[in-house]
């Protein structure tokens, strides 16, 4: 099967061409990366097409002066990498291209032979913006909205693709139950990871209770009910631990935690350096409001780590049992606090914090490779393979 990927820079559509790669199934991937970022990742080769140009524009586009110039130059770039593919896609069997991407060079894939998949790696694009208004509002903002031609594009693509591709439960149960858009054109397959990359690196200090949370420090990442939560989270010798970098609207709930001894922000890490703060935590938190899957999820289960994530959250597909996490509905504070006191009490009965790695680490035994034979079934189903 010769399958063309097409994405600015989404980790997980990275991966698959990875894998595609080794098994010599890529055809293209067409990203709009650096050479000098692709090759990093192992993806260098006549198959991998760099447009990068949208990675500079994109720097621009974070300086721009207002929310509306912002939202206008993300439509820009979108449309010009979209303007640029059409005219280099080349025939093939399956055409994997990223949500708003990809609404001309996925119609051209299609006419060249291609089964056209709209990879949406979040919940439905209006689903994800009637959220987002929501917390805007409850914390006092205004939201500016997803930029209506970005919508446009979007819906089109969910229109006229041959099916859509998301990751979890709950990005299905936006397209299928709130917007009503046909199971049988939706493909639901949850992403894989690379246990190479993901694993034990250390263990936590059994003196202390570590909290983690890696991610956006943003409003749709759920960072304020995490804050609120570990404030008011009354056990001996606990930690916060924030990695990742700060989105616009959050230094009002960070500024006051700045000083703290027990919280700890961290700015942007390596992969290496993630690895070991998951190692080392005793759980990782991850409260999104919206959030199609959320990959760290599944890394830190991988690296040994409990895990406590919201209702909203794809990844909460992979708790399934109280020895890998707990589950909670989004932005309630109350319900977060009482699974970190739950996850507080199964550290205190454990000797020196272990026993953690054993229950956890092996429900995360699924791989990018499986994700793709699970994607070819798929396409199968279209007679294709």
Not at 104 to 130: F, M
Not at 143 to 157: D, N, Q, T
Not at 362 to 370: D, E, S, Y
């Amino acid at each position: 099967m010769r399958v063309t990927i097409a994405t600015m820079n989404q980790s997980h559509s990275l991966e698959t061409a990875r894998v595609l790669l080794e098994l010599g199934q890529l055809h293209r991937l067409y990203a709009g990366l650096p050479k000098r970022r692709l090759a990093s990742r192992g993806l260098v080769g006549p198959e991998v097409v760099s447009i990068p140009w949208p990675f500079y524009f994109e720097a621009l586009r974070t300086r721009a002066a207002s929310e509306a110039q912002r939202l206008r130059l993300e439509h820009l770039h979108k449309r010009w990498f979209d303007a640029v593919l059409r005219k280099r896609v080349e025939p093939g069997d399956l055409f994997i291209g990223t949500s708003s991407l990809v609404t001309s060079s996925g119609r051209e894939a299609r006419r060249k032979g291609a089964i056209w998949v709209c990879d949406r790696p979040c919940s439905h694009i209006l689903t994800q913006n009637r959220l987002l208004e929501e917390e805007y509002r409850l914390h006092g903002l205004r939201w500016p909205g997803i930029s209506r031609a970005i919508v446009e594009r979007e819906l089109a693509e969910y229109r006229e693709a041959d099916a859509v591709l998301v990751a979890s439960s709950f990005a299905e149960r936006s397209f299928v139950r709130e917007h009503g858009f046909p199971a049988e054109r939706l493909w639901k397959v949850p992403y894989g990871i690379d246990l190479s990359r993901f694993y034990p690196d250390g263990a936590p200090d059994p003196r202390f209770f570590d909290v983690l949370f890696v991610g956006q420090l943003s409003l749709q990442k759920g960072v304020p009910y995490l804050l609120e939560a570990f404030d008011r989270l009354e056990v001996p010798n606990k930690r916060l631990t924030l990695v990742g970098a700060e989105q616009p609207g959050i230094d009002r709930y960070l500024a006051p935690l700045r000083d703290r001894p027990d919280v700890r922000i961290t700015g942007v890490l390596p992969q290496e350096g993630v690895r070991r703060e998951m190692s080392r935590a005793h759980v990782l938190v991850l409260p999104s409001v919206q959030d199609g899957f959320g990959m760290v999820t599944a890394q830190a289960i991988a690296c040994g780590c409990r895990v406590v994530v919201s209702d909203h959250c794809g990844s909460a597909d992979f708790v399934m049992s109280e020895a890998v996490g707990e589950v909670f509905p989004a932005r309630d504070v109350a319900a977060l606090r009482a699974c970190l006191e739950r996850s507080w009490k199964r550290v205190a009965v454990c000797t020196e914090g272990s026993g953690r790695e054993g229950d956890v680490r092996g429900v995360v035994a699924r791989t990018w490779h499986q994700y793709l034979e699970d994607l070819f079934l798929r396409a199968k189903e279209l007679n294709l393979g």
